[in-house]
């Protein structure tokens, strides 16, 4: 028996169909308020109690700090698979077999190269620009050098946009990186694995040999799987409506890459550590930060602290803080900042003011003590977020266009002027 909403204005009810998802989450389907109710339409800031779709993707559950992809546990996948394979599970559903996982492997490297002229586009830019403002315009700038990648409909068109992106995104973020450190723009080595690759592409040196390190590798790849997907957060969202449009997947990927730099998204695992060192060249001084946090007239907020769908815990800042104490132990790494990050969150949660709000700490918290130990700049964190979350962000655009999805385009209650006249200057 399906279930019934029923919704009653000036004395009329208005019934609406209620669906149940595979996890037994309920939403009213109000697909049909507008026309039911001669117009009326409902408001929802930021979203907060909206479904903007139905998705076979990712599953949250934030009192209970679950996370899924695919039906599969964020705990399990960052233990047992590699970023390669979840990514694979993402965007298409299942686990790869062997030969899946090997042929998706062999055509990213065969789309590993990027036209020489994009150099020219990321010769324009100051070393001083972001990176997230740099990436989210070579990735837009790719469309003109790949234009069969725009407007594309077949599955096996969706194949090779989504082959060339996974292959040309790290690319353009480790040059990304060695524009600003004024490095040659090196390209991979195709006998390495993704993750590898991606290292080897930041931190390789002309004058020194490229020396892999497992601990590394392993680290980079545990996170870019906790970042991987999280359904329909802001980032994920506007990679959907910009999809939409059927504007690509590429100009999808660089709006998305725009939306996570905020740092109230993406942006807060680089803010984190910018507070981090904050506090402590200001003498580890916590409580002043707890206080300035909780002080409604400071602006001031406890970045890597809070989330929309978690009121618990993020399941991936406890993978990521004891991923922490591994990584840090195994490079023999002693970073005061940790240790100052751990002492602000202790006293944060025993704090009434984080406790009634249900702050707890995010994926964000923690992720930047784990670059840093890998000596990823603090200015290209985010950037590492993005790395992560372009799968997620394929896997989004993908269902949301083989499910033929209409063109997003929210309502408003309009609260300007009413009808006027027009005043000639003289009159007003
Ligand atoms: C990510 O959505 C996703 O899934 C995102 C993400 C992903 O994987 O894609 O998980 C990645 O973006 C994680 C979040 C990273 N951002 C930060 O760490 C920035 C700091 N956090 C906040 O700005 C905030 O918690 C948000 C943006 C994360 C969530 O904001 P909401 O859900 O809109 O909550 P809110 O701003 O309405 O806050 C509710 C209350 C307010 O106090 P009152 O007005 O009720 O008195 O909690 C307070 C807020 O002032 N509050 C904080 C706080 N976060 C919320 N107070 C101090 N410090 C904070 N960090």
């Not at 480790?174 to 723009?185: I, Q």
């Not at 025993?350 to 700049?377: M, T």
């Amino acid at each position: 028996m399906s279930k019934i909403a029923t919704l009653e204005i000036d004395g009329n009810k208005y019934e609406f169909p209620i669906i149940e998802g595979t996890e037994k989450e309920l939403g009213i389907d109000i697909k049909t308020l507008r026309t039911a109710t001669g117009g009326v339409t409902t408001i929802d800031p930021g979203y907060k109690n909206t479904g903007s779709c139905e998705s076979a993707i990712t599953f949250l559950d934030g009192e209970k700090g679950i996370l899924r992809y695919r039906g599969y546990s964020i705990e399990e996948l960052a233990e047992k698979a590699d970023f390669l394979e979840v990514a694979y599970l993402l965007i298409f559903g299942e686990l790869p077999t062997a030969a899946q996982l090997e042929k998706f492997d062999q055509d990213i490297k065969e789309e590993s190269h990027v036209d020489e002229d994009m150099k020219k586009i990321l010769d324009g830019f100051p070393k001083s620009a972001h990176p997230m403002g740099v990436l989210s315009s070579l990735t837009s700038a790719l469309i003109a050098f790949n234009p069969g990648s725009v407007d594309v409909d077949s599955e096996e068109e969706m194949y090779d946009a989504i082959v060339k992106i996974m292959a040309k995104f790290p690319v353009l973020a480790a040059w990304t990186m060695r524009k600003r450190k004024s490095l040659p723009l090196d390209y991979g080595d195709s006998s390495l694995g993704y993750v590898e690759n991606l290292h080897k592409m930041m931190f390789s040196r002309p004058n020194k040999t490229y020396e892999p390190n497992k601990i590394v590798y392993d680290a980079l790849d545990k996170l870019l799987i906790l970042h991987a997907d999280h359904e329909q957060n802001c980032s994920t969202s506007t990679v959907r409506i910009v999809g939409s449009s059927h504007a690509g997947l590429f100009a999808s990927i660089s709006a998305g890459i725009s939306a996570l730099w905020g740092p109230l998204h993406g942006g807060a695992n680089q803010a984190v550590i910018e507070m981090l060192e904050a506090i402590k060249a200001d003498g580890g001084d916590t409580a002043r930060y707890i206080n300035k946090a909780k002080d409604k007239n400071d602006p001031f907020r406890l970045m890597g602290f809070g989330h929309r769908v978690y009121k618990n815990f993020d399941p991936r800042a406890k993978i990521i803080k004891k991923s922490a104490d591994e990584v840090l132990g195994d490079l023999g790494i002693e970073d005061p900042v940790l240790d100052i990050a751990k002492g602000l969150a202790e006293v944060a949660l025993e704090d009434e003011y984080f406790v009634q709000r249900k702050l707890y700490p995010n994926v964000d918290f923690y992720s930047g003590i784990i670059y840093r130990a890998l000596d990823i700049p603090t200015e290209m964190f985010t950037v590492m977020f993005a790395l992560g979350r372009l799968p997620g962000w394929i896997a989004q655009w993908r269902e949301m266009r083989l499910r033929k999805e209409p063109i997003g385009r929210p309502r408003q209650i309009y609260t300007g002027e009413n009808h006027r006249d027009f005043k000639p200057v003289s009159e007003r």
